[in-house]
């Protein structure tokens, strides 16, 4: 079946040095989505990408979503302490537009 | 604007009981939809509907029911609880538009013995 894969599942940083995490997806996606969930919390959308090849910057955050539209990135510039959470990327299941298929997310721990 | 509202936020469960997770969102959103959280899982698709009447069932479906009658409720039922059911269930909602992101709720932690 369908399957969106993140890697690395772990990842602990020292505040200041850069973070990056890498998503594939089973079949092509007409769009991929990130989210980031606190810990303890629910998961917060953070930015769409549809456009093959496309570079999304929110302030200190890259996105980038494959040629291919098979994959994606997220990175983080100069981690900072209230960057901790788990990311999440996600596509469309099943081919609708409605409803998602969640990668099992990058969990990134910033050391002070 | 409350958005999305699960309730209850934790409930603890018998073996073989049945319950009905509460959702509702006030931001007129097409889409809704259902997922547990469990550690290592990520998030896991149990129903989604994309209008009133209208459901369907995601990744990991039995055991449970969905109905949406109205466009702000859509709440998720357990037929037969099981210890294996024992997760997190986040309610999520998003507008029928192709750039916008879920909004979710802030989770039921639903624990079954």
């Known amino acids: 079946g369908q399957q969106v894969m993140q890697i690395p599942q772990y990842q602990h940083v020292q505040e200041g040095e850069d973070f990056t995490t890498y998503c594939n997806s089973s079949t092509t996606l007409s769009n991929i989505q990130w989210y980031k969930q606190r810990p303890g919390g629910h998961p917060v959308f953070l930015i769409q990408?549809?456009?093959?090849?496309e570079v999304k910057k929110q302030k200190r955050l890259t996105f980038q979503f494959g040629e291919a539209k098979k994959n994606s990135s997220l990175h983080i510039t100069a981690t900072q302490t209230t960057d901790v959470g788990t990311y999440f990327c996600?596509?469309?299941?099943?081919?609708?537009?409605?409803?998602?298929?969640f990668g099992k997310g990058t969990k990134l721990s910033v050391k002070p | 604007n409350a958005g999305v509202t699960q309730t209850p936020k934790f409930q603890v469960l018998k073996t073989g009981q049945s319950m009905t997770l509460q959702c509702a969102q006030d931001?007129?959103?097409?889409?809704m939809s259902w997922y547990r959280q469990d550690p290592g899982m990520g998030l896991r698709l149990i129903h989604y509907?994309?209008?009133?009447?209208?459901?369907d069932q995601g990744e990991v479906p039995n055991g449970y029911n969905v109905s949406r009658s109205t466009t702000e409720d859509f709440p998720l039922r357990l037929l037969s609880a099981a210890p294996s059911q024992t997760s997190v269930y986040f309610c999520a909602s998003k507008r029928e538009a192709v750039n916008y992101g879920y909004t979710f709720g802030s989770g039921t932690r639903l624990t079954v013995v």
């Open positions: 990408l549809v456009k093959s090849g």
């Open positions: 996600a596509g469309p299941y099943g081919g609708s537009q409605g409803n998602l298929i």
């Open positions: 931001m007129n959103h097409e889409y």
């Open positions: 509907s994309v209008g009133a009447g209208i459901t």
